[in-house]
């Protein structure tokens, strides 16, 4: 592909036989304009018909959704900043929910630690702003159709593993790397078809023969750690995870699985160095610091109760003033978190912040009745147990264990009718669960 007559071929056959659809995720009325323009007097296309600018970031998933529905191809542009939010954690979970929606990015800058920070997360091809009609002819169908005939048979080998059609996709590579010895590409759908296979150690040898032959290509390591995790070491992970930090620095995702892995290798300080770093490559986008707070957390929580409280209150913090109902599992979490530690006035305390944000959660009750109970204030630790199930006469069902709970603090509330049919329930759960047999058996 190398003449305007192939990209425009490339990109009306995308529309026109594919049923493809570009949808312009952007604030910026002039690239809008841009790309209209484009269509109607380069493409000779309707870009009523063939292209959607949406000028709010939160009608990207449902207009992916409708066209997809509707038995078209997406194709989405999105920038970079988007009504002063970076934008750049949105890839990652656009790319897992539409997986085969080519994503070209607006970006300001040429940064090589940014842009392969973004092909990580799933950025197919990047626009630098202020651009040009030629450069969007040229990037829309070199994304399209990137290698030629290599690129159908990589595209083809892609279809045949989600298909789950492992030894055709096997096949597939073959003829890939026929066409080109030693093609990264092809030695990572060999890679690919070998592990689905069951053949890790086959596997294992495309990957880093594809990583020998482009030291700089991220895919193989970042499967080389994947097949580690599963097939390996913690060490091994932890030294292909090192290799990509070195070429990839900016993925705070990535220095949290280090500082895990750190963290049970004995090597605390380390991990802490690592943690730190994680939170202040996201310090520019609360939503991110939050979630990575909690995944620290939850690293904490069996070995250091106390510095998993830190990073719950921390991963709260950064949601201080956009806080909803989704924050509700994370105040659950923390005042597990105190319980354990013997606090459970404070656990309480949270609690109720909680129910602030969902007064009919039935699971913040039955835990501020756990709460209640540590403090032996058993009368309140019942009426709490019985607001649960008011709310919600299902809850009872989430688990043995939640039932006999229900049952032992109504119990000793002097709920007795009630703490029956808990146990029962219990009991229905896991017949060999002899201790709420016992006190059913005694009332």
């Known amino acids: 592909m190398s003449s305007n007559a192939d990209y425009v071929r490339t990109i009306t056959e995308f529309i026109q036989k594919d049923r493809g659809y570009l949808v312009g995720a952007t604030e910026d009325a002039s690239f809008a304009s841009l790309v209209r323009n484009l269509f109607h007097k380069q493409l000779n296309l309707d870009p009523g018909a063939a292209f959607l600018h949406l000028p709010n970031p939160n009608l990207i998933e449902k207009s992916l959704t409708t066209a997809l529905a509707g038995d078209r191809r997406p194709f989405l542009i999105l920038d970079h900043r988007f009504r002063g939010q970076n934008m750049a954690p949105r890839v990652r979970d656009l790319k897992k929910k539409f997986p085969d929606t080519p994503l ?8 090589q630690d940014r842009i392969l920070y973004l092909y990580e997360l799933g950025v197919n091809s990047f626009i630098v702003k202020p651009t040009s009609a030629q450069t969007v002819l040229e990037k829309l169908a070199f994304t399209l159709k990137p290698l030629g005939e290599l690129g159908q048979f990589i595209d083809a080998a892609k279809i045949l593993l989600r298909q789950g059609r492992s030894e055709e996709a096997k096949s597939m590579a073959a003829q890939i790397l026929k066409i080109k010895p030693d093609s990264p590409a092809g030695l990572m759908m060999l890679g690919d078809a070998e592990q689905k296979m069951g053949h890790p150690d086959a596997a294992r040898q495309a990957y880093e023969k594809a990583h020998a032959g482009t030291p700089l290509y991220l895919e193989p390591l970042q499967r080389l750690a994947s097949l580690a995790e599963t097939c390996g070491t913690p060490e091994e992970r932890l030294a292909w995870l090192e290799r990509l930090d070195a070429l990839s620095p900016l993925n705070p995702d990535r220095k949290v699985d280090m500082g895990e892995i750190n963290l049970n290798l004995g090597n605390e300080q380390k991990a802490e160095n690592l943690f730190s770093l994680a939170l202040d490559l996201a310090k520019e986008i609360k939503e991110q610091i939050s979630a990575l707070a909690e995944r620290i957390a939850d690293v904490y929580i069996r070995t250091d109760p106390g510095k998993s409280e830190f990073f719950l209150r921390k991963a709260l913090e950064a949601k201080k003033n956009r806080m909803s109902r989704d924050e509700v599992q994370v105040f659950n979490r923390l005042g597990i978190t105190l319980r354990q530690m013997g606090k459970w006035e404070e656990a309480l305390a949270e609690y109720r912040r909680a129910l602030d944000l969902a007064p009919d ?17 058993m009368l309140e630790a019942r009426k709490s147990m019985e607001t649960a199930l008011r709310l919600d006469a299902r809850f009872v069902y989430t688990s043995a264990d939640v039932a006999y709970n229900l049952g032992d603090i ?19 759960l896991d017949p060999d669960l002899d201790e709420a047999r016992r006190k059913l058996d005694s009332l």
């Open 104 to 111: 070209l990015f607006l970006i300001l800058d040429t940064d």
């Open 361 to 377: 959660d039935a699971g913040l009750y039955y835990n501020m009745g756990l709460a209640l109970a540590q403090g032996n204030r």
């Open 410 to 428: 109504l119990l000793k509330g002097a709920g007795k009718e009630l703490a029956k049919k808990c146990f029962a329930v219990a009991l229905e």
